[in-house]
C-alpha cells in the first residue's frame, strides 16, 4: 500500500470504515450519498482540470523551487513595511506550533485563558505605545484599521458633536498611498468627502468631521501636531493617527496629544514580510467610544468562584448580533500575528524596544550625516527612521539594485530610505557606497554609530510603557518557553481533539503546508519590491488565483481581500462598479435571507447598499415566493442577492438554480458566500448554481489554520462581467483594467498564508480534493445518524441527507433547565470543544466535522453528545445544582478538600471511559460575561489582582 499520498493523511476516515459508516447512514455506496445530497442540475460533469497531486516530499521540493527564484534584496522601502526579526523562541513555540495556530476564535473562554492573556498583552502594548485608554485585539492591516477610524469618527459625528450633515474627512496628503486608496474606496458609500491635502494649509472649518494624520509621514518626516490638534479640537473637528509603532517608543504618544483613535500595524515587531502580509494593525481610542470600537477587545472578567479570568468583552456591538447596524464587518481578525507581537514585546520588554527604536534611529541619523557629506541634501528635518534624499532617482536605483538594494523613489529626483531592526553598519556601509559610486566621489565607511538625535526634545517620548510586569519577567529563553507553553496548555486546540464548529471547517492543517512559511526566502520580500524579484511568489499567487477560478468555475480571481467579510465587502463593490459600468449605478437594494452570517448585512451596509431581508420557509430553505416578490418590488433598484450555499442550515437547496434566475431576471447580481465551500469542492461550483460572484474562507475550506481567529484570506472569484474591477493598488499594479481602489493594504493581501492553500490544493490534486469533500459530507451524515435517537436535526436536503454540518435542536432541553450554553460547557469536560452555538438558530448547536476527523474521533464525540443527551434527562428546572449547570469542573474544584455537589466527582471528570488517558483540563470555572461589560478592562490588571 502507498502510503505517500498526502489525500491519505488528510481525510480521516480509513477505507475499511467505509461501509460500516455508509451502513449506519444507510446508503449503499459513498456515490449514493453524494446523490442523494446534491441535486442533480447542479452536479459538476466532469472533474476539475487541476494538475496530479505531488507526494508530500514532492511538494517540499517544488516549494523550495519556487522560493529560490524570490530575490532577496536588503529592502529600505519602507511605506508601513520593514524588515523585522523574529525572535526564534516565538517561531518555535507559536508560528510553529500547533497548539497555537489550531485554535479557534476564544468564544468558549473557559479553555482559551492562554490565548485571550495573550492578546490582552497585545492590548496593553497597544494602549501604552500609542497613550490610549482602550485598544482592540487586532485588526486585519493599517489601511483597514484607518477606514475603521473614519467610519468610527463618522458614526459618533451626529452623537457627540451633533452634526449630522457634515460629511468630509481630511486626510493628510503623508498618508501612506495605499491608506489613501483604501479609504476613497470605503469614503464614497458612506457619504464621506475625502478631502487629501497639506495639513499646514488645512483650514479647520467646521464642515469637517475629522482628519487623518500619519505620525512620522510616509517619507519620514516627523511633525509636531501639538498645535494643529489643539485648532481642531477648537473646531470641534476628531482627529485619527497613523502611527509607526516602533517610532513610538522614541515619539510623544498621540495619545498624550489627545487625539481620538490611533491606528497602524506591528508588522515590525517580528513579524515576517512575507510580501504583504499576514500583519496584526492595531486600533487605539478613548474610554467614551468603547461601543464604537471595530473588531475584537479582550476584558477582564472573573468565572463563577470569583477568580480572575478573561473572555471576549462588548460582544453586542458586533455583526452576529447587530447584523446591518453592527460597528463593523470585522469578523476574522489577525489573531495569531497579534499574539506574536504581543510576545515580541514580552521578549524585548521597554528597555529592549528602547535599544531597537534608538539603533534604529541613530542608523538614520549616521546615515543622513554621511550621504550629506557626499554632497546629498536631505529632506527631512526631524525623522525618526527615514531619510529622504535628492537625487538623480533612476542613477540610484541602477547601481541600488546592482548592489541588491531597494530604496523607495517617489519621483525622479527623489529617494527615500527607511531603516529597520535588521540594519547593520555593513548594510549602512553599502547604502553610502551607492550614493558615492552617483556622486563619484570616496567616503569613509562608518565603524560606530553615534548617539545623534534628530527627533528635538518637544517630541520625544517622556512617558514610561510596558511597565507591567508581563513585559519584564521572561529575558532568559528557559522562562519564555515557559510562558508561552504556559499559555498553550490552558487552550483546547485541533492537537487535543476535533473542534466541530458549525460554518468554521476546522480541518487539518498539514506540517507540509505550513513549512514553508518559516523560509526566509518566503518571509522576507516587502509587497512593494519590483515585481520581477518576486517570481516565485508571482507563480503560485497567479497559479492559485487559476486553481481556484477553476474550482469556483467562474472566470478570475483576486486575493486581495484579508478575511471572508472583506471578500464580501470586495464582491459588492464590484459588484457596484459593475452595475455603474452600465449605467445602473443607482441599484442600491441587498436581498439577504434571515438565516445569513451577521457579516452579509453588515457588509452590505459598508457597500452603501440597503438590506431588504427574506423569510425562511418552514423547511428551512429561503423562502422562494417571498423572495420573487421582493425581488419583483425593488427591481428598479435591485443589485444584489448575497446567498450562502450550501445553506448555513446545511443544506443543499434544490431551488438554487430558480433562485439565481429570478435575480437576474430583476437586474441583480447573485453573490454567493462561499464559507460553506467545503461541501462543495469537485462536486458542484458557485458557476453551476447561477450565481456572479463568491468569496471563499482560505481559512476554512483551503486549509489555512484558524489561528485562534485569525488569519484569513478571503478571495473573491468573479463571472466575466465582474473581473474588469477586481480590486487594484496603487503602488504596484494588480486586480482588473477598471480596478476599484484597494481592498486591503498589500497588492496580494497575506501572500504568504497563501502558501498553504496553494500546498492544500497541490499535494489533493482533483482527484483528492474530491475525496475530500465526498468525506466531509460522509462525516457529517455519519454523525447525522449516530444522533438520531438522541437529538433532532432541524433541517435535511430533500433526500434526508445534510451537506457537510447540521443544526441540532437543543431547545427542547429548557423544559429540563438547560439551555445550550450548558451543553457546550459540559463538552469541555469530556474533552470537546462546543460546536457553533446559536447560528443561524438560536437555541441550537451546528455541528461540521470536516473530512479529516477519524472515524475513532467522531465516535468519541457522538458518544460525548450521547451520554450529555442521558444527563439532561436526569436534570430538572427546578434544580439548578447539577453536572451541566455546574460544567465546565476544574482541576481545582476535583481535587478540593469539600465536595458539595449531589454528583460524584468521577461523574463530574470522567464521564466516560476514554477521558482519563487524555483529560483536558479548563483553566477558569464558568465565566461571567456580564460582570466584564459592567466593569470593562482591557489592559493587564495590576499583578496583585491574579492573587
Ligand atoms: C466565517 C463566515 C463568514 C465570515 O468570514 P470571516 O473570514 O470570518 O470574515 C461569512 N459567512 C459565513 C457563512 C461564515 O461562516
Not at 464604537?292 to 477587545?297: S, T, V
Amino acid at each position: 500500500m502507498r502510503t505517500d499520498s498526502f489525500a491519505l493523511r488528510h481525510i480521516g476516515p480509513r477505507e475499511s470504515e467505509l461501509k460500516e459508516m455508509l451502513d449506519t447512514i444507510g446508503v449503499d455506496s459513498l456515490d449514493q450519498l453524494i446523490y442523494e445530497t446534491i441535486p442533480d442540475d447542479i452536479r459538476l460533469k466532469s472533474p476539475l482540470n487541476l494538475p496530479a497531486a505531488l507526494s508530500e516530499n514532492q511538494y517540499a521540493e517544488h516549494i523550495g523551487q519556487l522560493a529560490a527564484k524570490n530575490k532577496i534584496f536588503k529592502t529600505y522601502i519602507g511605506l508601513g513595511y520593514h524588515q523585522a526579526i523574529l525572535p526564534a523562541v516565538i517561531q518555535r513555540n507559536v508560528l510553529e506550533n500547533p497548539g497555537w495556530y489550531t485554535a479557534y476564535t476564544p468564544y468558549q473562554a473557559e479553555i482559551a485563558q492562554g490565548r485571550l492573556e495573550a492578546l490582552l498583552n497585545f492590548q496593553t502594548m497597544v494602549s501604552d505605545l500609542t497613550g490610549m485608554e482602550i485598544a482592540n485585539a487586532s485588526l486585519l492591516d493599517e489601511s483597514t484599521a484607518a477606514a475603521e477610524a473614519m467610519a468610527l469618527l463618522h458614526a459618533v459625528r451626529d452623537r457627540k458633536q451633533k452634526k449630522d450633515d457634515v460629511n468630509k474627512f481630511f486626510v493628510s496628503e503623508e498618508t501612506l498611498p495605499q491608506t489613501i486608496s483604501l479609504l476613497s474606496t470605503r469614503a464614497d458609500f458612506l457619504g464621506i468627502d475625502l478631502v487629501i491635502g497639506n495639513h499646514q494649509e488645512f483650514e479647520f472649518s467646521s464642515e469637517f468631521f475629522g482628519v487623518l494624520l500619519q505620525y512620522p509621514g510616509k517619507y519620514g518626516q516627523v511633525h509636531n501636531y501639538t498645535e494643529f490638534v489643539s485648532q481642531c479640537k477648537e473646531a470641534d473637528i476628531k482627529i485619527a493617527v497613523a502611527a509607526d509603532i516602533l517610532s513610538l517608543v522614541k515619539l510623544q504618544a498621540p495619545g498624550e496629544l489627545g487625539v481620538d483613535v490611533v491606528v497602524g500595524t506591528t508588522q515590525r515587531f517580528g513579524i515576517p514580510l512575507g510580501y504583504g502580509g499576514p500583519h496584526a494593525a492595531y486600533f487605539a481610542t478613548k474610554e467614551e467610544y468603547k461601543r464604537n470600537l471595530p473588531g475584537r477587545i479582550i476584558g477582564v472578567t472573573k468565572d463563577v468562584d470569583g477568580n480572575h479570568a478573561l473572555r471576549m468583552a462588548l460582544q453586542t456591538r458586533e455583526q452576529h448580533i447587530k447584523r446591518d447596524k453592527a460597528t463593523s464587518n470585522i469578523c476574522t481578525a489577525q489573531v495569531l500575528l497579534a499574539v506574536m507581537a504581543g510576545m515580541y514585546a514580552v521578549y524585548h520588554g521597554p528597555d529592549g524596544l528602547k535599544y531597537i527604536a534608538d539603533t534604529v534611529h541613530y542608523s538614520a541619523t549616521n546615515l543622513s550625516a554621511q550621504l550629506v557629506k557626499l554632497g546629498f541634501e536631505q529632506i527631512n528635518t526631524t525623522y525618526f527612521d527615514t531619510v529622504r534624499f535628492k537625487a538623480d532617482s533612476a542613477a540610484v536605483k541602477t547601481i541600488a539594485e546592482e548592489n541588491e538594494i531597494n530604496f523607495y523613489y517617489p519621483d525622479s529626483e527623489t529617494v527615500s530610505i527607511s531603516i529597520n531592526e535588521t540594519t547593520t553598519l555593513e548594510d549602512l556601509n553599502a547604502i553610502i557606497a551607492v550614493f558615492a559610486e552617483v556622486a563619484g566621489k570616496e567616503c569613509d565607511s562608518l565603524v560606530e554609530l553615534l548617539e545623534n538625535e534628530a527627533i528635538p526634545k518637544e517630541l520625544s517620548r517622556k512617558t514610561e510603557f510596558l511597565t507591567h510586569d508581563v513585559f519584564n519577567s521572561y529575558r532568559s529563553e528557559t522562562e519564555l518557553m515557559r510562558y508561552i507553553k504556559k499559555l498553550e496548555r490552558k487552550d483546547l486546540s485541533l492537537t487535543h481533539s476535533m473542534i466541530s464548529l458549525g460554518s468554521c471547517t476546522m480541518k487539518l492543517n498539514a506540517a507540509s503546508e505550513m513549512l514553508p512559511l518559516s523560509n526566509p526566502q518566503w518571509g522576507n520580500i516587502h509587497p512593494f519590491a519590483p515585481v520581477d524579484q518576486a517570481e516565485g511568489y508571482q507563480i503560485v499567487l497567479k497559479r492559485l488565483e487559476d486553481q481556484l477560478t477553476e474550482i469556483t468555475g467562474f472566470s478570475a480571481t483576486s486575493l486581495q481581500p484579508n478575511s471572508g467579510a472583506q471578500g464580501e465587502y470586495a464582491g459588492l463593490m464590484v459588484i457596484r462598479a459593475y452595475q455603474e459600468s452600465i449605467g445602473e449605478g443607482h441599484r442600491n437594494i441587498c436581498l439577504i435571507p434571515s438565516s445569513a452570517h451577521g457579516t452579509n448585512p453588515a457588509s452590505a451596509v459598508m457597500a452603501g447598499m440597503k438590506v431588504v431581508v427574506t423569510k425562511a420557509s418552514e423547511n428551512g430553505n429561503i423562502d422562494v415566493d417571498d423572495l420573487r416578490e421582493k425581488a419583483i418590488k425593488h427591481k428598479d433598484n435591485l443589485a444584489a442577492l448575497m446567498v450562502t450555499y450550501p445553506s448555513t442550515h446545511g443544506v443543499f437547496e434544490s431551488a438554487i438554480k430558480e433562485i439565481t434566475q429570478i435575480i437576474h431576471n430583476n437586474g441583480g447580481q447573485v453573490y454567493m458566500d462561499g464559507a460553506n465551500m467545503n461541501a462543495q469542492v469537485g462536486l458542484t461550483n458557485p458557476g453551476a448554481i447561477g450565481a456572479d460572484v463568491c468569496h471563499l474562507n482560505l481559512h476554512k475550506t483551503f486549509a489555512i489554520p484558524h489561528g485562534g481567529g485569525g488569519p484569513g484570506v478571503g478571495p473573491i472569484c468573479v463571472a466575466k462581467q465582474l473581473a474588469p474591477f477586481l480590486p487594484g493598488n496603487p503602488v504596484i499594479k494588480t486586480g482588473g483594467e477598471n480596478a476599484i481602489g484597494a481592498i486591503s493594504s498589500a497588492p496580494w493581501g497575506s501572500a504568504l498564508v497563501c502558501l498553504i492553500s496553494y500546498g492544500y490544493i497541490k499535494m489533493l490534486g482533483s482527484k483528492g480534493l474530491q475525496k475530500a469533500t465526498e468525506h466531509a459530507i460522509l462525516n457529517a451524515n455519519y454523525v447525522k445518524e449516530r444522533l438520531n435517537e438522541h437529538y433532532k436535526t432541524l433541517y435535511s436536503g430533500e433526500r434526508g441527507r445534510a451537506a457537510h454540518e447540521m443544526i441540532v435542536d437543543c431547545r427542547p432541553f429548557k423544559a429540563n433547565g438547560i439551555e445550550v450554553s450548558d451543553i457546550a460547557k459540559r463538552l469541555i469536560d469530556y474533552g470537546f470543544h462546543a460546536p457553533t452555538v446559536s447560528f443561524p438558530v438560536a437555541g441550537t448547536v451546528m455541528i461540521e466535522p470536516t473530512e479529516s476527523e477519524s472515524k475513532a474521533e467522531l465516535d468519541r464525540f457522538c458518544d460525548a453528545l450521547v451520554s450529555i443527551r442521558k444527563e439532561i434527562s436526569e436534570t430538572s428546572a427546578e434544580e439548578e445544582n447539577n453536572v451541566l449547570k455546574n460544567a465546565p469542573h476544574t482541576l481545582k474544584m476535583l481535587t478540593s478538600d469539600e465536595w458539595t455537589f449531589p454528583y460524584s466527582r468521577e461523574k463530574a471528570a470522567y464521564p466516560l471511559d476514554y477521558i482519563a488517558e487524555n483529560k483536558f483540563w479548563p483553566g477558569v470555572r464558568r465565566v461571567d460575561e456580564a460582570f466584564g461589560d459592567r466593569n470593562l478592562m482591557c489592559t493587564c490588571p495590576p499583578t496583585e489582582d491574579y492573587a
